[in-house]
């Protein structure tokens, strides 16, 4: 027969559609004319297309109820199989043509009742491959309202039953009808007569068996959703859910399954079902009286697979995320942890507790995510959690980490939890019990817990009353993790704070400075992670800063070199000169913006109480070095706006000027602060006692062969100065070349004498040049020992001061006698010294050779 496909079939009359309708009469052996099958053929065509205008008006018109009136009998009689799949396929599109239709706002009559009970026979008695309709032929009516519902589920032979009987019958391997008749099963389930009917069938078992097996993805899902509707609570589930309860250990298995292979839809059914059963059961459980077993009855499971759940991106998979937080399961949960535990064993916590606080753990980290903190029960949450951690020896599992997700929910929730000082106190004793060397991760999970808490005035008050500091010194001294080492050190910070009174809290932790500056150290010094270290400086920068007003306060700053500001100093400094203190704190930045700078130059400026002149306290070595390292930072950071160079030089100047003996990285700090520019210089060269006038003094004291390297410093520390003018008239007027030109003759080092080199190469050539060379030239004495020192440096100097030297020379054969400098290179056999440098790969001392030796006329050729 051929198939007509002509595009006039989907848009027929109804004069066109009543012919072929009435041409589906059965013939007088009861079966359906030729005529009748071509119709067939048509209809099939004409109602695909869910747009058809042919579907439409057999739907908006009586003609439906008539079409279905002849199609039923066709599935009744002997007619062939062919032609039975047709009338299933024709009523297939009908079934999701009216439902189309009535989703429209369209009322249609599609003979629920009849249509189901034909087409069951189908499934009871039709060859198997009829049978592929069927199940969505009724999964598309069970969509008609619940009319349609009830119509299908009565009689013996209802649809509920004998769906079920079908995917009990091939359950072992489904094929494709099977799934579709779970699928179908699902709506029924939303109407009580479905319900009753699906439990007295037996269908939780069929489901369950059914989930085992390789089903579709589909299939899975509705079942699923089954399950979740017999457990749900709005459905009586006292009803249905002993049948549920009692198959708990097929069930479960199979939803872990669906929860790490499933769809994002299956795995929502499978969430919503679990969560309801943890919910429900809870409650059944306690009914039972029997919540002590639950480790052995599946609450233990389900809890473990909704906690994965949760984890594995329930936010994404469920309306979960804000169903649980909204308390669903939170009561359950509580009820779990508030149980007596028949363990004989007290140090070991029950398992369905772990899960439960496992559970919980998720819970509070949703609700911190989510935003959805405002109606999580944190006074009774905390109440149990803190109850498991004070009653348990061993491991409390994620009991400290529940206390800290819920101490970020804001200050009221804190409050909440102190209830008095019970969260503070309980997550102190739990640090302090612990005996072990290597804090056990529940352990360092209080430290990390109790770090918010410190935010308010009676969680400080709380912890300082239970002796936090000392137990947080003690744990410090452990192999603790490096996040409860930050918390820790977070703490101390947060103690030593400015902005929270910190002469109330100080002077505790100013008592234990001798064991808590170690702890610091070794945070500094280790391999700590970058944010520790930050919180380990700022702690010492708040230690140094606050500790020298108390001191100030107690008057005893002069015995700072005792007292834990020396300790501290030390420490700070090893953290701002290591590479990775620039790298990992803001607070080179801070320093330098004078939150240590007054408390150093307070200990600069006390008098000392030294016995012996000639030694600078150690205190004020460490302020200076301390110092050195912040000018530092500002040279290579550019911040040296705000520095307060003249305060900062003249305290500096005054220890050089007053000291006898080493003065350490004092001169470093007046070389750096005079790279900072003209203006700083400008600052450092007022008063009687002026940098320059400071520094020529500090080199014209040394009587020793070899200078000391704060000698040698003071020599680096004048070349900037000799940029400005006003620097050069007072290094001549203070005698300085002839200071320096002695300074040469002795073992100084390198350094110096290539800056002392730099210092007489400047004032050689600067305009007008005579005005100083003279100075230099004048005095025989002077003018000898600088040609030797220059021989010296030519012959054996580093390469640096060689080309200072040769620069000199040249400015001195221009500026000078010829003749007399002629006669000392000769007679001193410097050429040789000279030619070798002239042919070195430098670029910078080939030329400077060359200069000389053409001023001689001893070019090489």
Known sequence: MRFPGSRKTTSMTEEELDKLISSLELDENLRPSAEGIRALHILLTATKDLGSVSLRRLLETEMITIVIEKLLPILSNSTSPEVKGLVLDLLLQLSRGALRFLQSGGKVNFMVESVSVKVLQVINNGPHSLVESVPRIIRNMSLLGPAAIAAMVGGDKGVVKVLLERIRSRQEE???????????????????????????????PILVKFLSRRCSKEARTFATRILAVFASEHNSPDDWFTVVWDLRMEVLPSLRDILESGGIDCKTAAADFLKIFVITGVGFLREMSSIQESTENGITEALQILTTATKN????????TQVLLQQECIEPLLSILSSESESTDEMDLPEVKKLALNLLLELTRGAWHSGMTKDFPVDRVSKEVLQVMESTQGSVESAPCIIRNMSLFGPAKRAAMMNGDRAVKVLLERISRCQAEEPSTDVNDSMVALERFMMEEPGRISFVREEGIQVLVRFLRKRCS???????TRILVILASERNNPLDWFTVVWNLRTEVLPSVRDILESGGDSDCKTAAAEFLQLFVVTGVGFLTEMSSIQESSDNGITQALQILTTATTKNWARQTLSDVQRLLLQKCIEPLLSILSSESKSTHEMELPEVKKLALNLLLELTRGACQSGMTAGFQVDRVSKEVLQVMESTEGSVESAPCIIRNMSLFGPDERAA???GDKGAVKVL?????????DQPSTDVNNSVVALERFMSEERS????????????????FSKSCSEEAKRFATRILVQLASVPKPKDWFTRIWDDKSVRMNLLLTLRDILKSGEKGCKIQAMKLLELLIIHGPKHEVRSFIDDHGCYGALYALEQDPDQDCTSCARAVLKKFGKLSR
């Open 696 to 704: 020529l003094d500090r080199i014209n004291r040394c009587q020793a």
């Open 728 to 743: 050069r008239i007072s290094f001549v007027q203070e005698g300085g070349i002839p200071v320096l030109v002695r300074f």
């Open 313 to 320: 991106g329930a936010a994404q998979n469920l309306n979960d």
């Open 684 to 686: 450092m060269l007022s």
């Open 482 to 488: 490096k996040e409860a080492k930050r918390f820790a």
């Open 174 to 204: 489904p094929t494709p009808d099977v799934n579709d008749c779970v699928v179908a099963l699902e709506r029924f389930m939303l109407e009580e007569c479905g319900r009753i009917s699906f439990v007295q069938e037996g269908g939780i």
